[in-house]
Every structure is written in C-alpha cells, then in structure tokens.
C-alpha cells in the first residue's frame, strides 16, 4: 500500500500538484509510516510482514528501487554544448554556397 503511495505522489500527485524530489517523498513516506505505526504495526519501509521489523533494517527493495528512478531524475547528466562555433561556421558557409531563399540559408539567418 504504501508502494501505491509512493507510484501516486511520483507522478505529481502532491499538495501544490508538483513532480518533488526523493527527500521529499522519504518525508512523506515517514509521515505515513508513523499512522501504521501508532496502529502497533511494523514500520512498512523496512518489511515486508507483519512480524519481522527491525528498526534500523534497509529500506525494501520495492520501494528503494521507486526512489531510485526518481534520484536519476533529479541528477543531471554532463551535457556538451548544444551549439558550438564550429557548427556556427558550418552553417555559414553552407549558406553562402546555397540559395538565398534555401534552408541552410533560412537556419543560418
């Protein structure tokens, strides 16, 4: 169930309707995580039963896996430049040998 949560609030599902990061959602996830709790269940982040949760146990694999593609959403990746000087002056000298009225000529104006 709390997995559904987890799906729900990562595609924006948020108070202010907004995509939110991972620390974010590990908050959103204790909150609720406190309501099982205080019903004198085991906290759902770290098991999958009802009996077995150890308090200081890693994060299920459902869950940790959910994050996880959320985290790579948040790094950016090493981007090149989109538009360098080389191909500046490529698209000036395929303008200058093609029509005025071509597309060379139409991206370079």
Known sequence: MLLCYLEFLQQGNTIK??????????????????????????????????????????????????????????IKAARKEPLTRKMVWDFATQAQKSHPDSLPAALYD
């Open 17 to 74: 309707l907004q995509v939110v990061k991972v620390a974010t959602l590990k908050a959103y996830l204790a909150e609720a995580a406190t309501w099982i709790t205080n019903a004198g269940f085991p906290d759902p982040r770290f098991s999958t039963t009802w009996t077995h949760a150890p308090p200081l146990s890693p994060w299920i694999p459902r869950l940790r896996q959910a994050l996880g593609r959320q985290q790579n959403w948040e």
